[in-house]
């Protein structure tokens, strides 16, 4: 079946780095732009990263932007989000989602469960 | 920036309409999306380009445009449509952005 499966987070002290992985199966990952998405704690979605089907075009929330990269693999199935120099405020949720429709018309129809990344000395 | 504005919360009783509106200069140029989203869950699409609605999402959910202003209506609302809403929108620059989000309570 349609899935995605992050993974790669864990507690990390500000200035440091993590690499989060989003694992697809069950679609053809190479035909889809992909996002990033966090939610912290208690708080509302924000959007952080898209990258194109074949990484030619990135897009970056102000928020990320010259410390985050998005990156994928699609020989391996696999979406990237490469976060350097983090700070508190990153403290979220991170999910990713598919730009085009996977299992309906629309978009963003897929989403898996998450990984936390908490930002703490 | 760009930004989306949403109300904070939108309360109605069962059977009543609810209506969640979305406000940004963006969408007039560009189609939103609203997710739903439930205590503890993955968000779900409940309307895109502005208007459709995907299958499975039942057909109380609605979507309406106007100028710079969305609305999703959720005509009947019953106590398990009670979760946050999130308009969607693409901006002139490739970008994207989230409103802040409307807690939608049924009771």
């Known amino acids: 079946q349609v899935q995605l499966v992050e993974s790669g987070g864990g507690v990390v002290q500000p200035g440091t780095s993590l690499r989060l992985s989003c694992a697809a199966s069950?679609?053809?990952?190479?035909?889809?732009?992909m996002h990033w998405v966090r939610q912290a704690p208690g708080k509302g979605l924000e959007w952080v990263a898209l990258?194109?089907?074949?990484?030619?075009?990135?897009y970056y929330a102000d928020s990320v932007k010259g410390r985050f990269t998005i990156s994928r693999d699609n020989s391996k199935n696999t979406l990237y989000l490469q976060m350097n120099s983090v700070r508190a405020e990153d403290t979220a949720v991170y999910s990713c989602a598919p730009e085009g429709g996977v299992t309906t018309p629309g978009g963003m129809d897929v989403w898996g469960q998450g990984t936390t990344v908490t930002v703490s000395s | 920036s760009y930004e989306l504005t949403q109300p904070s919360s939108v309360s109605v009783s069962p059977g009543q309409t609810a209506r969640i509106t979305c406000s940004g200069d963006?969408?007039?140029?560009?189609?939103a999306r609203w997710f739903q989203q439930k205590p503890g869950q993955a968000p779900v699409l409940v309307i895109y380009?502005?208007?459709e609605r995907p299958s499975g999402i039942p057909e109380r959910f609605s979507g309406s445009s106007s100028g710079t202003t969305v609305t999703l209506t959720i005509s009947g609302a019953q106590v398990e449509d009670e979760a946050d809403y999130y308009c969607?929108?693409?901006?002139?620059?490739?970008?994207?952005?989230f409103g802040g989000g409307t807690k939608l309570t049924v009771l």
């Open positions: 069950g679609f053809t990952f190479s035909n889809y732009g």
């Open positions: 963006v969408l007039a140029k560009k189609y």
């Open positions: 990258i194109s089907h074949d990484e030619s075009n990135k």
């Open positions: 969607y929108s693409a901006t002139d620059n490739n970008l994207r952005v």
């Open positions: 380009k502005d208007t």
